[in-house]
Nanobody, 126 residues
């Protein structure tokens, strides 16, 4: 079993920045892909970004390209989401997720991820 714990959310003004962290523990050897998702009130959970746990490309939702960066520190078993130029529409609960199946990083369906964190709130004020 893999446990994921997010941190770093909070309240920020529009055009500001935040960095989210996701610490993984447990069976991290089984992780193939790490992803970030978000869910705004009344909306479905949506893909934000993903990357291969050990190596490989990054993949982003179009609306965050150039503003968000996903990265990893394997020594710390941690994945990050650096969010710059934040907009009010980025307000949501952000979830870290891990996938153990060997699937292309471009597969964004949340159902393909089998481990989830508890979420961290990001609120962007305009």
């Amino acid at each position: 079993q893999v446990q994921l714990v997010e941190s770093g959310g909070g309240l920020v003004q529009a055009r500001g920045s935040l960095r989210l962290s996701c610490a993984a523990s447990g069976g991290t050897f089984s992780i193939v892909t790490m992803g970030w998702f978000r869910q705004a009130p009344g909306k479905d959970r949506e893909f934000v970004a993903a990357l291969g746990w050990k190596s490989g490309p990054e993949f982003y939702k179009d609306s965050v390209k150039g503003r968000f960066t996903i990265s990893r520190d394997n020594a710390k078993n941690t994945v990050y989401l650096q969010m710059n130029s934040l907009k009010s529409e980025d307000t949501a609960v952000y979830y870290c997720a891990a996938r153990s199946r060997i699937i292309a990083v471009t597969q964004t369906d949340p159902k393909t991820y089998n481990y989830w964190g508890q979420g961290t709130q990001v609120t962007v004020s305009s």
